[in-house]
């Protein structure tokens, strides 16, 4: 059974910045894309960046330059460093496994719970 946790959401000002972390269990990690959504309220979830096995990444023009995704495969964990958090940012951000995260593709099967970000202006 996979299971994805999400740990490091919060409350921030603008400008400030946070790490989230996705521990995954349950899947061999290191053959699967990651990835990381997020859903505004009354918005549609969308994708706010991607990792391929071979550490190929993919970034929301919304968020380019300011969060990085990264993993670390030893410990199964996804990371997204998030920086020059601005209020539009504020959204519950889901992390995901399974998909190629492209601009075109589905997301994969798995989601973890999710995680509220808050930033306050």
């Known amino acids: 059974q996979v299971q994805l946790v999400e740990s490091g959401g919060g409350l921030v000002q603008a400008g400030g910045s946070l790490r989230l972390s996705c521990v995954a269990s349950?899947?061999?990690?290191?053959?699967?894309?990651m990835g990381w959504y997020r859903q505004a309220p009354g918005k549609q979830r969308e994708l706010v960046a991607g990792?391929?096995?071979?550490?190929?990444?993919n970034y929301a023009d919304s968020i380019k330059g300011r969060f990085t995704i990264s993993r670390d495969n030893a410990k199964n964990t996804v990371y997204l460093q998030m920086n020059s958090l601005k209020p539009e940012d504020t959204a519950v951000y889901y992390c995901?496994?399974?998909?190629?995260?492209?601009?075109?593709?589905?997301?994969?099967?798995?989601w973890g719970q999710g995680t509220q970000v808050t930033v306050s202006s």
């Open positions: 995901n496994l399974g998909g190629y995260y492209s601009d075109y593709d589905p997301p994969g099967d798995y």
């Open positions: 990792i391929t096995s071979d550490g190929r990444t």
């Open positions: 349950g899947a061999i990690f290191s053959i699967n894309g």
